[in-house]
């Protein structure tokens, strides 16, 4: 059985720009849920999917955003990018979702210049 | 507000030894309390859960033990090996994770030869 699959592995970018994460769940998971992970502030959440609804929300602002298609691959977005939003961005998928039986992604690992 | 403190942030054990990771707990609307170990490069595995109707769960030679009163949870890791040389994250979500997974700070743990 494949794993969660996250593209791409790493990523530069400029302060202003956006960037598009992807991750691909385990087959026959209906639910994908992000993490942020910094050295300071740990493992945050982020948001949850569960078929294409967005089911819950972690306290970031609104220039973070995602989705989910039918097929339950998910995507995030971050707009205006800044320095802080330097990170390893996790993807977790899950059948039941609610931070059950969570397999994790080996992630993308943002850095912001 | 930290939800979920975790200690030591880092632990040196003996090839052989119990290595030991403590987590407090301040909601008591959480239900669930997994642990997850994470090596480097790679994201956090789900080791072993419980929930608060347990008091310990054992997997091999992994074991949780749950204080609902105080409510604090831990992990032992039994006859500690070098492989287990990682960092371990205690976590917990509440009414099927409204709010994702609140995770500790994280414990770095090294197993000497």
């Known amino acids: 059985k494949a794993g969660v699959t996250q593209t791409p592995r790493y990523l530069i970018k400029t302060r202003g720009q956006q960037v598009t994460l992807s991750c691909s769940p385990i087959s026959g998971h209906r639910s994908v849920s992000w993490y942020q992970q910094t050295p300071g502030q740990g493992l945050q959440f982020l948001f949850e999917y569960f078929s294409e609804t967005q089911r819950n929300k972690g306290n970031f602002p609104g220039r973070f955003s995602g989705r989910q298609f039918s097929n339950s691959r998910s995507e995030m977005n971050v707009s205006t990018l800044e320095l802080g939003d330097s990170a390893l961005y996790l993807c977790a998928s899950s059948d039941r979702g609610g931070g059950y039986g969570y397999t994790f992604g080996s992630g993308t690992r943002l850095t912001v210049v | 507000q930290q939800q979920v403190k975790q200690s030591p942030q880092s632990l040196i054990v003996q090839k052989g030894g119990i290595s030991i990771i403590n987590c407090a707990y301040e909601?008591?609307?959480?239900?669930?309390f997994p642990w997850y170990q994470q090596f480097p490069g790679k994201g956090p595995a789900l080791l072993i859960a419980?929930?608060?109707?347990?008091s310990e769960k054992k997997e091999g030679r992994f074991t949780i033990s749950f204080n609902k009163s105080a409510k604090q949870f831990s992990l032992h890791i039994m006859d500690s090996q070098p492989g287990d040389s990682a960092t371990y994250f205690c976590?917990?979500?509440?009414?099927?994770?409204?709010?994702?997974?609140?995770f500790g700070k994280g414990t770095h743990l090294i197993i000497q030869p």
């Open positions: 419980i929930r608060p109707d347990v």
């Open positions: 909601n008591t609307a959480f239900d669930y």
């Open positions: 976590a917990a979500s509440k009414g099927g994770g409204a709010d994702g997974l609140t």
